[in-house]
């Protein structure tokens, strides 16, 4: 079956705009998470989504991200006023348990670069 | 901030060589994950070890898990070329809502 997939597979965005990534977690899965990868480090749990609630906000760097699933379905990790800090690859994970306990399933990610 | 450090950072080996990985945590957990990255990809998922267990096989890969140490090792046999790539392990902290990565061991295997 398919797997995770996450839209669009590169951006480039310029200092100040607004970006939105979208995952298509696989279907049926109850928990997606957004990582943040910094290049030649591991993965940094950002938030978690448990259907469509929010239970676990604590790693957004800051107000400018903001992350939603509307439907317990696919999920959009939106960043505002981009800054260059902000590059990295966004990973997103789902998996068919509640909690992180368990194996989860990731994505390619979106690798965004802010000049 | 990570809480799981690889160990070494960087492992260079011929074909048919065994690779061992040291991955150490700091804090109590439920269990520990490895996970596989080749480069520009996402993880995969290589084994899972619980808390209550000591070791763990599955296929060529070998994990240990030492919870009064607070660390653990893989242990790839009879290593190939395709096993090139990035090796994370994966701790989720007792009550916590998250997995929490190292900082990987980049692996090379040569053939």
């Known amino acids: 079956g398919a797997g995770v997939s996450q839209s669009p597979r590169y951006k480039v965005a310029k200092r100040g705009q607004d970006v939105a990534l979208r995952c298509d977690p696989i279907s049926g899965h109850v928990s997606l998470f957004w990582y943040q990868q910094a290049l030649g480090q591991g993965p940094e749990f950002l938030t978690y989504f448990q259907n469509e609630a929010q239970l676990d906000k604590s790693g957004l760097p800051s107000d400018r991200f903001f992350a939603e699933r509307p439907e317990g379905s696919v999920s959009t990790l939106k960043i505002q006023r981009t800054q260059q800090e902000d590059s990295a690859v966004y990973l997103c994970?789902?998996?068919?348990?509640?909690?992180?306990?368990?194996?989860?399933?990731f994505g390619p990610g979106t690798r965004l670069t802010v000049l | 901030s990570q809480q799981g450090e690889e160990d070494p950072q960087a492992l260079s080996i011929q074909e048919g060589e065994n690779a061992t990985m040291n991955c150490s945590y700091k804090t109590s957990i439920n269990n520990l994950q490895w996970y596989r990255q080749n480069s520009g990809r996402g993880l995969v998922h290589l084994i899972l070890?619980?808390?209550?267990?000591r070791e763990k096989h599955s296929g060529r890969l070998r994990v240990t898990l030492d919870t009064s140490k607070k660390s653990s090792s893989l242990l790839i046999t009879a290593s190939r070329a395709a096993d090139t790539a990035s090796y994370f392990c994966?701790?989720?902290?007792?009550?916590?809502?998250?997995?929490?990565f190292g900082a990987g061991t980049i692996l090379r295997v040569k053939s």
């Open positions: 994966a701790t989720d902290p007792s009550g916590g809502n998250k997995l929490v």
């Open positions: 994970a789902s998996s068919p348990h509640r909690g992180p306990a368990d194996t989860q399933y």
């Open positions: 070890i619980r808390s209550n267990e």
